[in-house]
């Protein structure tokens, strides 16, 4: 069973930085697009940033320039590296994974959330 561990969360100060890490159990190569959401209070979840297995990236329109994703082959990690944090980045930040099956629908792999905490 694939895990997902997230890390790196805590409180920051507006304009600050916070690095999230994801462990994953096994190969983030099997994978076909591993990223990171995020669900405010009374909010939806929605996404923050993706990483296919190919290298392609895509991030939400408010985290263009502030936000990067990246993976650590070596220590099998996804990473999101926040700058210039804004209050309304106060979250709950998921990793997740997706792995496509040859028949069927594709695994989907949820970790447990981290809490980033960025005070108006």
């Known amino acids: 069973q694939v895990q997902l561990v997230e890390s790196g969360g805590g409180l920051v100060q507006p304009g600050g930085s916070l690095r999230l890490s994801c462990a994953v159990s096994?190969?983030?190569?099997?994978?076909?697009?591993m990223g990171w959401y995020r669900q405010a209070p009374g909010k939806q979840r929605e996404l923050v940033a993706s990483l296919t297995s190919g290298g392609d990236t895509n991030y939400a329109d408010s985290e263009k320039g502030r936000f990067t994703i990246s993976r650590d082959t070596a220590k099998n990690t996804v990473n999101l590296q926040m700058n210039s944090l804004k209050a309304e980045d106060t979250a709950v930040y998921y990793c997740h994974c997706i792995r496509r099956r040859i028949w069927g629908p594709p695994e989907v792999y949820w970790g447990q959330g981290t809490q980033v905490t960025v005070p108006s």
């Open positions: 096994g190969s983030i190569f099997s994978f076909n697009t």
